[in-house]
């Protein structure tokens, strides 16, 4: 059974960091695509980045773009969300997930990820 752990949210003031984990387990599979999104209260679940394992090829919104950076470690089935220069529009609980088999650009839809983490809460502070 596949399991997504994340951990690395908290508080943080406006303008700081924080690099969110999902440590991924029981994988069967060699490549996949595992994406980071986010969802603030009363809005729609969004994308934020996402790379493949394998291709290590990474996609990006749009806003998150120069200020988010995803990688992974493959010997811990680990993939990261270095986050910097924060706002308080980046307040959320951001996911983690896994769409197995994926090569080539991870998606951007959600509806594509199989498994999905728990959930950490980012709060960015004005």
């Known amino acids: 059974q596949v399991q997504l752990v994340e951990s690395g949210g908290g508080l943080v003031q406006s303008g700081g960091s924080l690099r969110l984990s999902c440590a991924a387990s029981g994988l069967t599979f060699r490549t996949y695509g595992m994406g980071w999104f986010r969802q603030a209260p009363g809005k729609e679940r969004e994308f934020a980045a996402a790379l493949t394992r394998g291709d290590g090829v990474v996609n990006y919104a749009g806003s998150e773009r120069g200020r988010f950076t995803a990688s992974s470690d493959s010997a811990k089935n680990t993939v990261y969300l270095q986050m910097n220069s924060l706002k308080p529009e980046d307040t959320a609980v951001y996911y983690c997930?896994?769409?197995?088999?994926?090569?080539?650009?991870?998606?951007?839809?959600?509806?594509?990820?199989?498994?999905w983490g728990q959930g950490t809460q980012v709060t960015v502070s004005s």
């Open positions: 997930a896994l769409e197995p088999y994926r090569t080539g650009t991870p998606s951007r839809t959600p509806g594509s990820y199989v498994y």
